[in-house]
């Protein structure tokens, strides 16, 4: 059985590529280190996001693993445009996944490239790997496993926040396994 253990980042200071982890991100990537203490991780695999990386650097420096930076991780681009309504806007393409707006990235084209990375990694010889993402390409992931996954669940998430993926025989299930 293969496991990839999906992580949304720890709380940052904004929504920037650049932006940093708070005070209260930086402690919560020790606590995802101590989380995974007794946990095999044999690959770790990020967003180029420096909140990503930064929330993952602690356990990758504990357990002497690389972090592969993968641009399919990146969080989705709803619009280029400032959107005042930006949040009922992300909540048509949960119901819509192929509504697009100015600039902007739709859920199925978001959905495909997490999908992507995930199906290169349940090809791969890799036992137990990482991914750090971004919490609405985390739910585009969940949904894709799950169509009952929606706009509500990605209400809920935590930052950070952890859902196990296991692969057995071809099929896949999900769990959350953050307290």
Partial sequence: MKKIYVIRHCEAEGQLPEAQLTDKGLNQALELCEFFSTIKIDRIIASPYKRAIESIQPLAERLKVEIEI???LTERVLSTQNLTDWFEKLRLTFDDIELKFEGGESSLDAMKRIVEVVENIFNSNYKNTIIVTHGNLMSLLLKHFNKDFGFDDWKNLSNP???????ENNQVTFERIWK
């Fill in 70 to 72: 993968d641009s399919k």
């Fill in 161 to 167: 926040d952890v859902y196990l993926l296991k692969n």
